[in-house]
């Protein structure tokens, strides 16, 4: 018979990609070719730094909370398998800024191009929730914490495989990035923004995909049945199977 209770993955990647402008006016005093346009041409760089939220276990919310929370990944048991015991919630993010170099044409509109683009990548939230009905001094407790530990460790490993490809992209990004003709500064500076966006929300899509298919790997029927069994059958002491008798 499959187990009634079981632990339980969320996935919420909740994609944040804000982008912040601080454009240069110093354009004189930056060594640039120039196109036939009369707009700088920059060999731009691209700077990634870490992004490590500290990780957070919360032991407020009920089985019944944890099941019914968003963003949970589908359940190999089905949907009216069980209670989930607990869940690791992670969320990803890129955050850009970028310099710029502007310059202005006589009588002509504004040219712009990227200088330095800054990147911070990886996990803005990570918190492993664990179903309140578990003391946390119980054995079960335990098998539950070191399931949704191994998850984490499982974020730990894509983040660090994933951060040179991510790297890679942003850097074809800015090769491919060419100067940018505008009324204003501030046009010129939003449509380099948007081309940022765009490749950040693809890289990102692209991480989300990788990550939950190596999350999907530990959930298993086989694994969600070893846990709730283990112990002795102690869950059935904290969480007992709905109707039956005492």
């Not at 920059?42 to 490590?52: D, G, H, N, Y």
């Not at 992670?90 to 200088?115: I, W």
């Not at 990548?121 to 949704?148: D, K, N, W």
């Not at 969480?239 to 005492?246: E, Y």
């Amino acid at each position: 018979m499959n187990p009634r209770f079981f632990p339980y993955r969320t996935s919420t990647a909740a994609v944040l990609a804000a982008v912040a402008v601080w454009a240069s006016p110093a354009a004189a005093q930056t060594p640039a070719a120039q196109t036939p346009a009369g707009c700088p041409v920059l060999a731009a760089q691209v700077v990634l730094e870490p992004m490590e939220a500290p990780l957070r276990t919360d032991t407020v919310r009920s089985a019944a909370q944890l099941t019914a929370m968003p963003g949970r990944a589908p359940s190999p048991l089905g949907r009216q398998a069980g209670r989930a015991l607990g869940l690791t919630a992670a969320e990803f993010a890129a955050r850009s800024r970028f310099q710029m170099v502007f310059q202005q044409q006589p009588g002509g509109p504004v040219c712009g191009a990227l200088k330095t683009l800054t990147i911070s990548f990886g996990y803005a939230r990570r918190t492993v929730y664990i179903a309140r009905e578990l003391p946390p001094q119980s054995c079960i407790y335990g098998e539950v914490m070191g399931h949704e530990m191994e998850h984490v460790a499982i974020d730990d490993r894509v983040l660090a495989e994933f951060r040179p490809r991510f790297q890679q992209q942003m850097e074809g990004l800015v090769e491919q990035l060419r100067p940018v003709q505008g009324r204003s500064a501030d046009q010129v500076a939003r449509a380099i923004q948007r081309s940022v966006e765009s490749v950040i929300n693809r890289s990102l899509d692209e991480f989300g995909r990788e990550r939950d298919r190596r999350q999907a790997r530990l959930d298993t029927v086989e694994e969600y049945t070893r846990v709730s069994r283990s112990c002795g059958g102690e869950l059935n002491t904290y969480l007992p199977v709905p109707g039956a008798r005492r």
